[in-house]
């Protein structure tokens, strides 16, 4: 398997157009995450999935970051209207099981926004 | 609040000796530890775990220590290699039953081996 394929690798975009991150999980894994990584907040979990169904969107900032995931091997992280303080890493995630066990990484999305 | 964390920002040791690496938590809640490895550039790949229900847990060059107590683990890699240096995040999960919540993470520790 080749891994949590995250697209695009990178992202300029300018304050206030629509951005949508994509990613295919592990073939098999039922669990899939979303986390920012951030110089003042490190990594933290915005959503994740089980079986394609959201299970915890606490972590999403606002009402302007969306998640979906289609089917188990899609998902997309959208954020409508960007703003410059979304410039992050984003991560995507996925494992067999759920918290309790180790979650394979993508390489991740470098946003920024201007 | 930060649930978990790591107090040094970065570390420099000497190749050939001991790296520890500390995290600390504060949700009693949390019952499964890991440790994550970060490149450049690079997702965080998984190291080493501990479940609650240990105290150490050995992989290699690479031991994690849990002291439940004092809600505290620590990360061991001895001899240090230069391939070692790179950013640690200590993350920890609750156990929900079969279910799932994630991983809270710490905010890193750059080690840096010197040669």
């Known amino acids: 398997d080749a891994g949590v394929i995250q697209s695009p690798r990178h992202e300029v975009t300018e304050m206030g157009q629509e951005v949508t991150l994509r990613c295919k999980p592990i073939?098999?894994?039922?669990?899939l995450f979303w986390y920012r990584q951030t110089m003042m907040r490190g990594l933290e979990l915005l959503i994740y999935?089980?079986?394609?169904?959201?299970?915890?969107d606490s972590g999403m900032p606002e009402d302007r970051f969306s998640a979906k995931m289609p089917n188990a091997s899609f998902s997309t992280l959208k954020i409508q209207p960007s703003e410059p303080r979304d410039s992050a890493v984003y991560f995507c995630a996925s494992s067999p099981q759920g918290g309790n066990t180790e979650a394979f990484f993508g390489q991740g999305t470098r946003l920024t926004v201007v | 609040d930060q649930q978990v964390k790591q107090n040094s920002p970065s570390l420099s040791v000497q190749e050939g000796r001991i790296s520890i690496l500390n995290c600390d938590y504060t949700n009693s809640m949390f019952d499964y530890f890991l440790w994550y490895k970060k490149y450049p550039a690079e997702g965080p790949t998984f190291l080493i775990s501990?479940?609650?229900?240990?105290d150490k847990n050995e992989d290699g060059r690479f031991t994690v220590f849990l002291n439940k107590s004092a809600k505290h683990l620590s990360l061991h890699i001895v001899p240090s290699q230069p391939g070692d240096s790179a950013v640690y995040f200590c993350a920890a999960s609750r156990y929900s039953g079969g279910g799932a919540d994630g991983l809270t993470f710490g905010k890193g520790t750059h080690l840096i081996i010197q040669p």
């Open positions: 073939s098999g894994h039922d669990y």
């Open positions: 501990i479940s609650s229900i240990k």
């Open positions: 999935f089980n079986n394609n169904v959201p299970i915890d």
